[in-house]
C-alpha cells in the first residue's frame, strides 16, 4: 500500500490556495457579465410562430458556398450550443469553410403548442424553411445538417423530400434506439408516455434536464463544481462555466403530441429499424435518402451510443456514405478544441468537394 503523504505544512499550503481560489472566484462571479446566447453575428430572415429561422454573417472577404447549409437543432435544449464561445464554436468553423450558414430557433413551446404533431414539424415548419431558402436565394436543393434529436429529424424530412436536399450531415443523431448500451432508452420503456403526457400537456423542460443529469449524476452534478474551484480565479474559464451552465439549465418545454409520438415511435418502437413511423398519410422510408450522406457520432457519448448512429449506414438508400468517428462525448463534439480542428473542417471539407463534384 502506498502511504497517504500528508505533511502539515503540505496541507496548509494547499488549504490557503483553495481559501485563495474561492476568494477570487466570488469576486470573477460578482463582476461577471451577462452571459450571452451564442457569439457570431445573425439576422433573422424568417419566422413564423415561435420558430426563427436565423443567417449568420459571412466574413466580407468569403464568397459563400452556392449551396445554404441549413441546421436543424434538437427540440431538447437550445441552438446556442453550436455558437458557445468565440474559440469552441461549430457555427464559426462552418463559416470558415465556406459554408453559407443557417439554424432553425425552435424558441420556446407553450400551451398554445401542445397539440404539435411531428408531421408539424418536419412536413410544416422545417420544410417551409427549406421552401424560403430555395425561393430566396433560388436554388434547387439546399444541404441539411441535423444535430442530435434534429439529426432524426432531419432524416425524417429527406425521406420526406429528397427531391429538396443536396448532401446530408447528421451529428450525434439515434437511429437505432434500442442498443444494448443505450440507458436512456432503457428507462423510458415502461413509461406510460400517454398518461404523462394527458396529464402534463406539454412537457417540461426541467423534468427532462433533470433526467439526462441523471443518467451520469457524479460528474455532471457534483465533480463538476467542485472542479470548478481550479478555473474560478481565471475571468476568462469563469464566464466560460456561467456560458454551458447557462446552456445546460435553459431547457425548452417539450410540445406534448410531439413528444408522446417521438417517445413512442423512436425509443420505445424503434421506428427506423421497425418500420411503422407515419408524418401525416406517409410512412417515413431512409431507403429514400439517396442523396450523399455525412454520420458523425462521438465515441464515449452518453446520450447516443456510438452504435445508434453507425446503424444509419445499413438503413439510408446513398451510395455516397461516409462515417466520422469523433474520439469525444456528446457535448465535446461541439465544444473542445479537438472538436474544433477537425469536425468542422471536416464538415465543410466534405460539403466543398460534392459542390465541386456537380459544378460544371
Not at 42 to 62: I, W
Not at 112 to 123: F, G, Q
Not at 282 to 298: H, Q, W, Y
Amino acid at each position: 500500500m502506498i502511504p497517504i503523504d500528508i505533511r502539515p505544512d503540505r496541507l496548509a499550503q494547499e488549504m490557503l490556495d483553495y481559501t485563495r481560489k474561492l476568494g477570487q472566484g466570488m469576486e470573477n462571479l460578482l463582476n461577471a457579465e451577462a452571459i450571452d446566447t451564442g457569439v457570431s453575428p445573425k439576422q433573422a430572415v424568417y419566422s413564423e410562430d415561435k420558430l426563427v429561422l436565423y443567417r449568420y454573417d459571412t466574413a466580407p472577404e468569403v464568397t459563400p458556398a452556392p449551396v445554404p447549409l441549413l441546421i436543424v437543432y434538437a427540440l431538447v435544449n437550445r441552438p446556442y450550443m453550436t455558437d458557445i464561445q468565440e474559440n469552441r464554436s461549430t457555427i464559426k468553423g462552418l463559416l470558415a469553410t465556406g459554408q453559407d450558414v443557417y439554424l432553425i430557433d425552435w424558441g420556446y413551446p407553450d400551451q398554445a403548442d401542445r397539440s404539435l404533431t411531428l408531421d408539424d414539424y418536419i412536413n410544416g415548419y422545417i420544410d417551409r424553411c427549406v421552401d424560403h431558402l430555395r425561393e430566396t436565394l433560388e436554388v434547387d436543393k439546399v444541404n441539411l445538417l441535423g444535430i442530435c434529436q434534429g439529426g432524426a429529424f432531419s432524416l425524417m424530412y429527406t425521406s420526406m423530400h429528397p427531391e429538396k436536399i443536396a448532401n446530408l450531415v447528421t451529428m450525434v443523431t439515434p437511429v437505432d434506439f434500442k442498443t444494448p448500451d443505450n440507458l436512456l432508452s432503457a428507462w423510458v420503456q415502461n413509461i406510460d408516455i400517454d398518461l404523462a403526457v394527458d396529464t402534463m400537456g406539454n412537457v417540461p423542460g426541467e423534468l427532462l434536464n433533470w433526467t439526462f443529469l441523471s443518467l451520469k449524476p457524479f460528474s455532471l452534478t457534483g465533480q463538476k463544481y467542485v472542479n470548478m474551484v481550479d478555473l474560478l480565479d481565471d475571468p476568462n474559464k469563469v464566464k466560460n462555466f456561467l456560458r454551458m451552465e447557462k446552456w445546460i439549465f435553459d431547457s425548452p418545454d417539450q410540445a406534448g403530441e410531439t413528444f408522446r409520438q417521438f417517445i413512442k415511435d423512436f425509443y420505445q418502437n424503434n421506428g427506423f429499424i421497425n418500420g411503422g413511423v407515419m408524418l401525416g398519410d406517409s410512412e417515413v422510408d431512409l431507403k429514400r435518402i439517396t442523396c450523399p450522406v455525412l454520420n458523425i457520432f462521438a465515441m464515449q457519448d452518453h446520450l447516443v451510443p456510438p452504435g445508434s448512429s453507425k446503424a444509419l449506414k445499413y438503413l439510408v438508400g446513398s451510395q455516397d456514405y461516409t462515417e466520422l468517428a469523433f474520439p469525444g462525448g456528446h457535448i465535446g463534439i461541439y465544444v473542445s478544441g479537438k472538436a474544433q480542428k477537425e469536425v468542422t473542417p471536416a464538415i465543410g471539407k466534405w460539403l466543398n468537394e460534392r459542390v465541386e463534384q456537380k459544378s460544371p
